[in-house]
């Protein structure tokens, strides 16, 4: 799954007292606690939507020096987080191919309203 090209998407960003409750979770009950709590904020499209839409997408699971990095074995999830800066954050794998949408489509052969084939624009297909 993980082998074709992808990205990380921010799912949930929790930092101070929310990601104090997330840490103490985890200290009580073990990462996969905090997987389990988090996961339901996933909203499918609507999260992947919003992660392209503020810049929240990420190359490879963005941490610093006082992150812990857990992944899932088999999941899409990765969850990241640091005592020190007060943060926890859940991030989803994403398959670049369902990234690329059609930045206008293509008129129907029956719109009496589409241009000309000469004066049309090409399809366009976005990747980012």
Known sequence: M??????????????????????????????????????????GDATTDAALENGYVYDRIPAGRTDHIIEHDGSPYALTYSRTYRYVSLLRWHPLESEMQSARPAPHRDDIWAAPRSTRQAERTVTL
Do not use: H, T
């Open 2 to 43: 993980f082998d074709e090209p992808s990205r990380w998407i921010s799912v949930v960003f929790l930092q101070g007292a929310e990601a104090d409750a997330v840490l103490g979770l985890i200290d009580r009950n073990g990462a996969s606690a905090a997987f389990d709590y988090l996961q339901p904020r996933d909203r």
